[in-house]
Nanobody, 123 residues
Framework: NVQLVESGGGSVQAGGSLRLSCAAS????????MAWFRQAPGKAREGVAS????????EYATSVKGRFTISQDNAKNTVYLQMNDLQPEDTAMYYC?????????????????WGQGTQVTVS
């Protein structure tokens, strides 16, 4: 039974930082991709960043490149999203997703395992 549990969301002022965590259980992470998506009110869910547990290759949405960093701790089955220089347009519910893939593309329909989300609000 796969579970993904996000934490670390909150409210910050523009220019601030947050680190999100996603703890995975009941899930073998070998050859697996984990990703962060976000959904703002009235908007479609969009991919933010992904990481491949094999080799650590990462992908980022253009809007967050240079500000967000995705990383992993395989021993803890946890993926992190360090978010710096947050802006009001980053306000959204952030979701962790996982799927056994070779290429960790940022397309929502590719992922079948999802967490409940954690809210990030930037003012």
């Amino acid at each position: 039974n796969v579970q993904l549990v996000e934490s670390g969301g909150g409210s910050v002022q523009a220019g601030g930082s947050l680190r999100l965590s996603c703890a995975a259980s009941g899930y073998t992470r070998s050859r697996n991709c984990m990703a962060w998506f976000r959904q703002a009110p009235g908007k479609a869910r969009e991919g933010v960043a992904s990481i491949n547990s094999v080799g650590g290759r990462t992908e980022y949405a253009t809007s967050v490149k240079g500000r967000f960093t995705i990383s992993q701790d395989n021993a803890k089955n946890t993926v992190y999203l360090q978010m710096n220089d947050l802006q009001p347009e980053d306000t959204a519910m952030y979701y962790c997703a996982a799927e056994p893939l070779v290429y960790c593309i940022l397309i929502e329909s590719t992922y079948n395992y999802w967490g409940q989300g954690t809210q990030v609000t930037v003012s």
